[in-house]
């Protein structure tokens, strides 16, 4: 009985480092979440410009990416230009400004450009909370009717557009389900 009691800590020991070890090959870009086939949440929130209250039933109507961004995300003005560029091809986006200054995202947005034909001022979180948002940035992509269909973390790069979402987004816009 007490050679095991001496053993326990080993075992309890390398359980942990078992557990460690698998953790070192996540890939933070796969996080797994619980909104992929559900509706987008309902939110009634102001635009980043303007001052309109929009809600999720803005967002449907055509398949589109929506992007969580903020002034204070060094990763965010990383992507920002190849948003741009996405949008410039006739890409919808819409853009999420995710616990910012209303003002200072009206400025970034003025200095860098605008991709989103709808941008939502979540100052507070809510929205953010509610889709489960870990950081910024993140982009879901979303069909027609508002579900969610995928979620990518991290900069939306050429290789990223290409590999992961410009097929799905291409599905969605041929009227399948990805």
């Given at each position: 009985m007490k050679r095991w009691m001496m053993l326990l800590p080993l075992a309890a020991f390398l359980l942990l480092a078992v557990f460690l070890y698998k953790?070192?090959?996540?890939?933070?870009?796969?996080?797994?979440?619980?909104?992929?086939?559900?509706?987008?949440?309902?939110?009634?929130?102001?635009?980043?410009?303007?001052?309109?209250?929009?809600?999720?039933?803005?967002?449907?109507?055509?398949?589109?990416?929506?992007?969580?961004?903020?002034?204070?995300?060094?990763?965010?003005?990383?992507e920002h230009p190849y948003l741009n560029q996405l949008a410039g091809q006739g890409v919808v986006i819409h853009g999420i400004n995710y616990k910012d200054d209303n003002a200072a995202a009206q400025k970034w947005l003025a200095e860098f450009?605008?991709?989103?034909?709808?941008?939502?001022?979540?100052?507070?979180?809510?929205?953010?909370?509610?889709l489960g948002v870990y950081g910024a940035p993140e982009t879901f992509l979303i069909d027609a009717q508002g579900i969610i269909r995928y979620k990518h973390v991290g900069v939306v790069d050429a290789s990223v557009w290409r590999e992961q979402l410009a097929p799905r987004y291409q599905q969605l816009l041929d009227g399948a389900t990805p």
């Open positions: 953790g070192l090959f996540l890939k933070p870009d796969e996080l797994p979440s619980a909104m992929i086939g559900k509706a987008f949440p309902a939110f009634s929130l102001k635009a980043v410009q303007g001052g309109r209250t929009l809600t999720e039933a803005d967002l449907r109507g055509r398949p589109a990416l929506v992007n969580v961004w903020g002034t204070w995300c060094p990763s965010c003005k990383v450009h605008n991709p989103y034909q709808l941008d939502i001022d979540d100052a507070q979180g809510t929205l953010g909370l509610d």
